[in-house]
């Protein structure tokens, strides 16, 4: 049964997707079969993932509005161990359209249900905003990843996500969790990354991961090819970075190793790509 995690943060350019996207390739390339459900309006994890935004007739849209099965749309990637279940921009009205049905809050719980079972791992892409699309999220979850930049304004909008998942744990999904908190873009060589990794983890303190992801510029480069780091560039501190996460990601719902392990995914990649920094 797949463990579904919701990357969410309300601020936009957190690297939210770009977490969604390399930890699910890292999962992936760990031999955990993996979905991402990309529900975000602008389909980023989409294209980041190598498909082109409208190429495909039904997305997550028609799924959350119509009812479709979610394993109708799912789509292949490049990586045999993921999959995707694409966005369209009409996904813009779904808070409107499911304003009024019955049980709107737990539409993509259901959808999930039936597919949980081929998956260890369900990566959710929230949009930037806490509305009807991040609560069904948070629903369907087992724990939201909160990724949060070294950046002056880290902790804005933070509390009220937490307080979004207080209230979620009370009305709908008890079991919520957090999964952890995830420093973005540090760069280790400035004074104020350092002093906000220190902010950060005074206020969440156990709920921090150990790894954390760098700016880095081939990490920036890879959406615009269509590809997780992984596959863009194996060598990068972004790609051993997400690496890292995974491993931490497993661990933490195993406790031990499973599978080859990403060092040695890692390795193997590279002897496949002949990748080069």
Same mark, same amino acid.
Not at 202 to 220: A, C, E, V, Y
């Given at each position: 049964?797949?463990?579904?995690?919701?990357?969410?943060?309300?601020?936009?350019?957190?690297?939210?997707?770009?977490?969604?996207?390399?930890?699910?390739?890292?999962?992936?390339?760990?031999?955990?079969?993996?979905l991402v459900v990309d529900a975000d309006p602008q389909g980023n994890a989409t294209s980041g993932l190598g498909v082109r935004k409208n190429s495909y007739d039904r997305s997550t849209y028609h799924a959350l509005v119509f009812g479709e099965p979610l394993s109708s749309i799912l789509l292949p990637t490049e990586m045999d161990s993921l999959l995707l279940a694409p966005a369209g921009r009409e996904l813009v009205g779904v808070t409107m359209e499911l304003g009024q049905m019955e049980g709107r809050e737990?539409?993509?719980?259901?959808?999930?249900?039936?597919?949980?079972?081929?998956?260890d791992f369900i990566l959710i892409d929230c949009p930037p905003a806490l509305d009807l699309l991040t609560v069904n999220a948070l629903v369907a979850a087992d724990s939201v990843l909160?990724?949060?930049?070294?950046?002056?304004?880290?902790?804005?909008?933070?509390?009220?996500?937490?307080e979004t998942v207080r209230?979620?744990?009370?009305?709908?999904?008890? &079991?919520?969790?957090?999964? @952890?908190?995830? !420093?973005?873009?540090? +760069?280790? =060589?400035?004074?104020?990354?350092?002093?906000?990794?220190?902010?950060?983890?005074?206020?969440?303190?156990?709920?921090m991961f150990d790894t954390k992801i760098p700016r880095n510029?081939?990490?920036? &480069?890879?959406?615009?090819? @269509?590809?997780? !780091?992984?596959?863009? +560039?194996? =060598?990068?501190k972004g790609a051993e970075s997400y690496i890292r996460l995974a491993k931490e990601v497993i661990h933490a719902r195993t406790e031990e190793s499973v599978g080859p392990g990403p060092e040695r995914v890692a390795r193997d990649t590279r002897s496949r790509t002949g990748s080069s920094a």
């Amino acid at each position: 049964m797949a463990r579904v995690i919701a990357v969410s943060n309300q601020k936009g350019g957190v690297g939210k997707t770009t977490t969604a996207i390399n930890l699910a390739a890292s999962l992936a390339a760990a031999e955990m079969r993996t979905l991402v459900v990309d529900a975000d309006p602008q389909g980023n994890a989409t294209s980041g993932l190598g498909v082109r935004k409208n190429s495909y007739d039904r997305s997550t849209y028609h799924a959350l509005v119509f009812g479709e099965p979610l394993s109708s749309i799912l789509l292949p990637t490049e990586m045999d161990s993921l999959l995707l279940a694409p966005a369209g921009r009409e996904l813009v009205g779904v808070t409107m359209e499911l304003g009024q049905m019955e049980g709107r809050e737990r539409r993509l719980a259901e959808l999930l249900e039936p597919v949980a079972v081929e998956f260890d791992f369900i990566l959710i892409d929230c949009p930037p905003a806490l509305d009807l699309l991040t609560v069904n999220a948070l629903v369907a979850a087992d724990s939201v990843l909160i990724p949060i930049p070294c950046e002056y304004f880290a902790l804005e909008g933070v509390s009220e996500l937490i307080e979004t998942v207080r209230q979620i744990r009370r009305q709908c999904n008890p &079991e919520l969790e957090i999964e @952890g908190v995830l !420093i973005t873009m540090f +760069d280790e =060589r400035t004074n104020l990354a350092r002093q906000v990794h220190a902010d950060l983890q005074s206020f969440f303190g156990p709920r921090m991961f150990d790894t954390k992801i760098p700016r880095n510029i081939r990490l920036g &480069e890879a959406p615009s090819h @269509g590809k997780p !780091i992984l596959l863009y +560039d194996i =060598r990068s501190k972004g790609a051993e970075s997400y690496i890292r996460l995974a491993k931490e990601v497993i661990h933490a719902r195993t406790e031990e190793s499973v599978g080859p392990g990403p060092e040695r995914v890692a390795r193997d990649t590279r002897s496949r790509t002949g990748s080069s920094a």
